[in-house]
């Protein structure tokens, strides 16, 4: 089901961002979470949270962090008074959904810390899908050719790439939809990768919304390289207008 037309609900409900920083980024290599590395001249978080900020639509910024660095991110991010709507800095869990569960609050939109390139207008359609649908998220039309690669490298077939999409943040859902999504994974051990997985399991209806590939996960060093060129890009083309 795609809503990838959805408007924003001019008076929509009450919504919570919560905010995934736990990871530990280990495809980045060195010691330093991911998420506090500098791109731009901030954090990564600071980027992502930047655009939550500023959102009419978020009324409420939850942190996930780890506890390690739960310390830092108030001394060097909340504290610096730019974020007024982070509420709260809670300590994240082993895995991503550990650290969403623990943050559960209201109406709420689901945004991974190292996507610093969300926009305001993907935040409007996911929550105005969302509201009408009770599930959204952000996603990509799958472009390039698929194959399946079987043992000693050998491709087996071309898979139809017409029904496959690549989901990103943000993700927006009904609040009870999560929980019992988070609950009923919970009971059965089960580790999803994106909350949308979660709603899934418990039946639910979860439509995309289309986004832009300028939304990218920051997960290895060259991604860094490819962020700074698209700050650079946002910044002259507002310089432009």
């Known amino acids: 089901m795609s809503a990838r037309n959805a408007k924003p609900s001019p008076a929509g409900p009450r919504t919570v961002a919560l905010v995934p920083a736990a990871g530990r980024g280990l ?3 060195g010691h330093i979470p991911k998420q506090f590395l500098a791109l731009g001249g901030r954090p990564i978080l600071a980027q ?5 900020q500023a959102s009419p639509l978020i009324h409420e910024i939850i942190l996930a962090v780890p506890e390690s660095e739960r310390q830092y991110c108030l001394d060097h991010i909340v504290a610096t008074g730019e974020f007024s709507k982070v509420t709260k800095v809670v300590p ?3 895995q991503r959904q550990d650290s969403v569960r623990h943050a559960l609050a209201e109406m709420v939109l689901v945004h991974d810390a190292v996507r610093p390139f969300l926009t305001e207008d993907m935040i409007r359609r996911v929550v105005a899908a969302a509201v009408e649908h009770g599930a959204a998220i952000i996603a990509l039309p799958m472009r390039d050719t698929v194959k399946y690669v079987g043992a000693g490298g050998v491709i087996e077939r071309t898979v139809d790439r017409r029904p496959l999409w690549l989901a990103q943040t943000p993700q927006a859902f009904r609040r ?3 929980e019992e999504g ?3 994974a919970f009971l059965a051990g089960v580790q999803a990768t994106d909350d949308a997985h979660l709603v899934e399991l418990i039946g639910k209806p979860v439509v995309v919304v289309e986004g832009s590939g300028e939304n990218i996960k920051v997960t290895r060093p060259e991604d860094l390289v490819i962020g700074e060129a698209i700050l650079s890009s946002r910044t002259a083309a507002r310089s432009a207008e």
């Open 48 to 52: 992502s949270l930047l655009v939550l």
């Open 27 to 29: 495809r980045m290599g």
């Open 182 to 184: 988070h609950h009923k």
């Open 176 to 178: 009870d939809w999560l």
């Open 92 to 94: 994240g869990g082993a």
